[in-house]
Structures are given as structure tokens and as C-alpha cells.
């Protein structure tokens, strides 16, 4: 890369640089801090959906269900 200096002062947060390859998208260029938001949305979506899931199989806890679990 010629401009590898130029490319990365245009990548600031929130707006990552995108690299392309015989006119077709290839690759995205983004801060440290975005990429680590990206992966704790993907791991907390995750998380999510399998509570989902669970829920789907053994059913969903009313609130009256959660007060007995815990006694209340």
C-alpha cells in the first residue's frame, strides 16, 4: 500500500476506511475501539439468543414464577 500513512489518518471512530479490490468492497479499516464494540454487540446478541432459545424450549418464567423461584 502506497498511502498506507494517508488511509489511516481517514479512519476515525464510527467511519472506518473501506478498501476495494478490482472495484468490489474487500476489506474495512476501523479503530481498535470500534472493533471491540462490534465484538461485545456480536457476544451480548449471542447471549441473547440463546436466552431466547431457552425460553422457546422450556418455556418463558412469568413474573409470578420468578417471585416463587426467589422466595418472595
Known sequence: M???TEVL???????????TRNGRGEYAILKLEDLDVLKASIKLLASLES????????????LQDIYDKLGL
Open 9 to 19: 489518518n481517514e479512519v476515525k471512530e464510527n467511519s472506518p476506511v473501506y478498501l
Open 2 to 4: 502506497r498511502n498506507y
Open 51 to 62: 436466552g431466547e432459545s431457552s425460553a422457546r424450549e422450556k418455556r418463558w418464567l412469568s
